[in-house]
């Protein structure tokens, strides 16, 4: 049997608990997640996306229930950096290079520096921007240093890449492309993502399963299975099976109460 890439087994999270603050933020949550699976997580603002990737990272401690990554505990997973991630805000150090940001994991791990700066250079190639080793952060558009921080994330060769809204500030047309990218690297490497978003044809074109939440307390409402074929391009965002798949990904969302701020979009 293959080991899960990620396993979370009756997951809960209180916030503050026995206190006036308390928040159930999780309950329940079971999701087992296999090797190269790319599973998305969406619902309203609040039911819990982030804190379940949060837990997964080992960011956070649950207050009942467990969580393996590839059969490892999360606090072992986190110690072994068997996963990268990357956030809405790419997060690049303004004080280091393009190349000596994607250089920082594999410092951590110890490389030596030729293997560093050949790694960095390699990476570089995989997201399109080899000329851009010696710029610094500020001399990139917001997609291209989303891209380095997708570097960064992939080069120490993590199993698993955790992204919470990673294109959430970039405008629609860089987002369709860096989605089309991050597909094309995933099926290189292999690589098992975890992705949160607010964008129901987002989650729908990039995964192999949406995973559906609900807010208080957040918990896992319904798994939808998208299977869109490896092939995707540009024009599956036009074909009759995505909008079917959009569609059956509102539907599960409808009902799901809905915050008066925030919430699910369709962009
Ligand atoms: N450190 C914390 N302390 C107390 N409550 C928290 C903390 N982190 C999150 N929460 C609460 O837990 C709930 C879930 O928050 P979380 O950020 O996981 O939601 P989300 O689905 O990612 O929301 P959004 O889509 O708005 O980013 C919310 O009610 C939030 O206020």
């Given amino acids: 049997m293959t080991t899960s890439a990620v396993a979370v087994s009756k997951v809960s999270k209180v916030f503050n608990p026995g206190t006036p603050g308390q928040v159930d933020a999780l309950v329940d949550v079971d999701l ?44 072992q997973a ?29 410092e951590l791990k110890g490389w030596d520096k030729n293997q560093r700066r050949e790694r960095a250079h390699e990476m570089l190639e995989l997201v399109k ?19 380095i921080a997708i570097a960064r994330a992939l080069a120490a060769s993590p199993s698993l890449l955790l992204m919470d809204e990673p294109f959430g500030a970039l405008d629609e047309m860089t987002r369709e492309h860096m989605q089309a990218e991050l597909l094309r690297i995933c099926a290189e490497t292999q690589t098992t993502v975890v992705f949160v ?31 869109l074929g490896d092939d995707r391009d540009e024009d599956t965002r036009e074909a009759s099976g ?25 962009r």
């Fill in 32 to 75: 087992t997640i296999a090797p190269g699976e790319f599973v998305s997580l969406i619902g309203p603002s609040g039911c819990g996306k982030s804190t379940l990737l949060r837990l997964i990272a080992d960011l956070l401690e649950p207050s009942e229930g467990a969580i393996t990554i590839n059969g490892k505990n999360a606090r």
């Fill in 78 to 106: 986190r110690l072994d950096q068997d996963y990268g991630m990357a956030f809405q805000q790419a997060g690049l150090f303004e004080w280091r290079s393009v190349e000596k940001n994607i250089e920082l994991p594999l």
């Fill in 129 to 147: 921007l080899p000329e851009f080793a010696r710029h610094m952060p500020w001399q990139l558009s917001g997609g291209m240093q989303q891209r």
């Fill in 197 to 227: 978003t607010h964008s129901i044809p987002e989650a729908v074109f990039l995964s192999d399963r949406v995973v559906v939440m609900s807010p208080r307390p957040g918990r896992i409402t319904q798994t939808i299975d998208v299977a």
């Fill in 242 to 266: 995505f909008y079917d798949k959009i569609t059956e990904v509102r539907e599960a969302l409808r009902g799901i109460e809905q915050p008066v701020m925030g919430g699910v979009d369709d």
